[in-house]
Each structure stands twice: as C-alpha cells, then as structure tokens.
C-alpha cells in the first residue's frame, strides 16, 4: 500500500539503525534531510525521489557529508562506498554537493533529475571536483564504472560532457536531456556498448554526430533532437539493428541526403528527422519501405523532392505519416488509403496534383492536412477541395507500348522498301525486252503493222512534203 505524507522528515529516523532501505519516494515531504542520518550504519538504498525536499539553498545536500561515515552504505557519493542505489530526483535542492573521496565505484543507478544544480557550486563525484558554478558535470563521474542507468535530466546544467563519460560500459540509460550542456558529442559514447537509451535532446552541442555511435549495437531508443548539430547523418549511426523503439534527430541544421542504410531500421517504431532547417535534399529513399514496422514517420519542413515512394505501401502499420513542407510532386498514391492503421496524414504545402480520394483515411478531414498544394481536387466536401475536371487525362506511353510501335514502324518500312525494290526490277526486264541481245530492236514487222495500223497516215510521223 502507497502512503502518502507531508511535513518534514522525522528526526527520529535516525535512530534506525539497523534500517537497510530507506524509501521515502513519492510522499511529499519538504524541508531538509536531516544530517543525522550518518546514524543509519546498515544503509543500502537511500531514495527521496519525487519530494520537494530542499529550500535553494547552498547547503541542501550537506546530509550527504555525514552520510560519508556509513561506511556500508552503497553509495555514489564520497566514502559511501558500498551503495548501489541514490534517488534524488524532482526536489528542489541546489547548491553543493559536497563529497570526501569519491570511491563510488559499486553505484548501479543515480537519479538526480529535476532538480537545479545550475546555482552556486556543487561539487560530486570526486574530492574537489564541482558540478560547477554553472553545473558542469565533473571529470570524475568517470569513476562510475557500474553504473547502469545515470539521471541528469533538467538541472539546468552545462558544459561540455567529460570524455570518460566513455568508461562507463556497463551504462544502459543516459538520460542527459533538457539541460544546456554545449561542446561536441563526445566520441568515446561509442564505448558504451551496453546502451540501450540515450536522451540528450534539447542541449546546445554542436558539430556533427560521431560515427562511433553505430558501435553502440544493443541501441534501441536514440534521441538527439533540437540541439545545434549540422552536417550529414553519418551511415552507422543507421546502423544498428536493435534500433526499435525511436531515432529521433529533428530540429537540426543537417544536410545531404537520407542516408540509404535506413533500410537497415526494420524493427524501428518510429524515425523523426522533421525540421532540419530545410536543408535535406534529394528524393524521399525508397529504402524506407524495408522499416516494416515503422508506425510513426516524421519527415516534415525539409527539401525532399520527386514523388512519395511506392515502397511505402509496405509500412501496414503505420499510424502517423508526415510529409509536410517539401517540394513532393506527382498525385498523392492510392496505397495510403489502403492502410488501415494510419490516423494522422501531413501532407501540406507541398506541390502534388490531381483527384484526393474519399476512401480510408481520406474519409476523415479532421485526420489529413493538405492545404498548400493547390493543384488538388476532389475529396470530401469538408476539404474545400474545387471538382476534378471529367477530361480524362492523356495516358503516357509506357516503354512496353513504345517498344511495339519502334518494332512495327520497322517492319512498315522493311516492307515498303521491299515492295520499291521489286517494281524497279520488273520495269527493267519490261524495257529490256523491246531490244535483242545485240542491242537492236526486236520487233517484227506484224508488230510494227499492228501499232501503226497498217501504217496509217495517222499513227506516222512522216509527213507529205
């Protein structure tokens, strides 16, 4: 059973001290933890997640300073050498974060989200290291190699991401979003080999991505949307297989083409590269018709030209396409209509043509935006769409039918050629029979009788003189 309380932490906790797991997520406390906690020598899992514990003040989390003599505790901070497990996220602590030593090498999972470590100096992870006048994470979090999940999401910190961030290979979530980290990704993330989640969305990073996250092979949720990175989409990164929950990589200033390994993404549920600064060209890859199992497709406000690939009719599942804000040409394909899980069509302010069914999806206005291609007709009456014209469009030749008309003018003209050929040669043998083989003329005296009419005065040339 969830018991809910508020008010302030009881002192007489502290007298517990045999306590192993001390588990006060979710229960609204405030005010301060209490530094007499260093009382709590069997301590194994210290959690205050989701309180509003703290006031802003610079020594929000001076507890943890007694906490260094629990020397059982398995902790990531200072001499708490033995915890696995410290949950401090959602509350409003600030300030410093003072550690002895930093041995936090049996820490698993460290949650720190939510809070505000942008303020004052907070020093973690090491003896004099600080999480920074303005958050910045230290060199030291290096030292936790066990850590399988890190939590530093919407702190408000920045600076660069320390390069030893790469030792961490046992690390399955980073979680590292939401926070004004700047710099450029480090390299070395293609280390952690045994990530499956990365967030780090809405920074401010810039330069490319490292081809060194296609190393990343257990990869299933990739997010890097909304920061300063430009360039092109490195092939490996679309390398990955295990890639199946989300590759998000929007709002960026990326350029070139989508790389054609994106067939590689067959079990991906849903690719985001809307709105990179329209910037992308080249046509939309046909390739993207081997992701079966895409059910979120967002390709909007770039500079994809030519025509929506047929291939698409293979993505069953489908539930969003966006397509908007291109230069996309040609009629809108009869195959989305068809697919029956599709809820949500962005097609607009393209340059398409031609007669909007009113089957599937197109049945439904409030489900398709197609406003900015004003060479559409047709559709539901809720479009707004003007009628199609009844003129039937002239049909293209297809190669096929080309073929034949090449083969058969061919033979015509074989033919025709044939037929000159024979007539000139029987007009020959008719001219060559009026003379003997001597080259004088073989007609005889009947003959000539006979044309002339007896030699009538008539059918003669000579005259009387």
């Given at each position: ?12 906790l ?18 301060s ?18 309180n ?99 939590g ?36 070395s ?23 060194s ?48 390994e ?19 060209s ?32 293979n ?38 043509d ?51 008309i090449i ?46 009419n007896?030699?009538?005065e ?8």
């Amino acid at each position: 059973m969830l018991l809910f309380f508020m008010g302030s932490i009881p002192v007489s906790l502290a007298k517990a001290s045999k306590f192993q797991i001390v588990d006060f997520a979710i229960k609204g406390l405030t005010g301060s933890i209490a530094g007499d906690l260093e009382r709590l020598q069997g301590l194994g899992r210290l959690n205050f997640d989701d309180n509003r514990l703290g006031r802003g003040d610079i020594d929000d989390l001076n507890f943890l300073i007694f906490l260094a003599n629990c020397t059982s505790v398995e902790v990531l901070l200072g001499n708490l050498i033995n915890l696995t497990f410290l949950g401090l996220e959602e509350n409003y602590s600030s300030g410093s974060v003072p550690v002895v030593t930093g041995r936090l090498h049996k820490l698993g999972e460290l949650h720190m989200y939510y809070n505000n470590f942008s303020r004052e100096n907070s020093k973690i992870f090491g003896k004099s290291e600080r999480f920074g006048s303005h958050g910045n994470i230290p060199a030291a979090i290096g030292n936790l190699v066990n850590l399988t999940l890190l939590g530093l999401e919407e702190n408000y910190s920045s600076g660069s991401v320390p390069v030893v961030t790469g030792r961490l290979h046992k690390i399955g979530e980073l979680h590292m979003y939401y926070n004004n980290f700047s710099g450029s990704i480090p390299s070395s993330f293609g280390n952690l080999t045994s990530l499956t989640t990365f967030f780090m969305q809405r920074n401010k990073f810039v330069g490319s991505i490292p081809p060194s996250l296609g190393n990343c092979q257990k990869l299933q949720i990739l997010n890097l949307s909304r920061k300063n990175l430009d360039g092109t989409i490195p092939e490996q990164v679309l390398g990955p297989s295990s890639l199946s929950v989300s590759l998000a990589m929007s709002h960026k200033f990326f350029t070139g083409s989508l790389p054609l390994e994106v067939d590689n993404l067959k079990n991906l549920n849903e690719l985001d590269f809307s709105g990179n600064k329209l910037k992308f060209s080249s046509q939309i890859p046909s390739s993207l018709g081997s992701c079966t199992s895409l059910a979120y497709l967002h390709l909007g406000s770039n500079t994809f030209e030519g025509k929506i690939p047929k291939s698409l009719e293979n993505l069953r599942g489908l539930e969003e396409l966006d397509f908007s804000s291109k230069n996309l040409t040609g009629q809108i394909p009869k195959f989305l209509s068809k697919l029956v899980s599709l809820r949500h069509l962005d097609l607009s302010f393209n340059e398409l043509d031609g007669e909007v069914s009113r089957e599937g999806i197109f049945a439904n206005a409030s489900a398709i935006f197609l406003i900015g291609n004003d060479k559409l007709c047709g559709g539901v009456s809720e479009l707004l769409l003007p009628v199609c014209s009844r003129k039937k469009p002239r049909k293209l030749l297809t190669p096929n039918v080309i073929r034949v008309i090449i083969a058969v003018t061919l033979a015509l003209l074989m033919l025709c050629s044939f037929g000159i050929y024979l007539r000139v040669k029987n007009s020959r043998r008719h001219s060559t029979a009026l003379f003997s083989s001597d080259g004088q003329p073989s007609l005889s005296y009947s003959d000539i009788s006979k044309s002339t009419n007896n030699f009538s005065e008539e059918n003669t040339r000579l005259k009387k003189p």
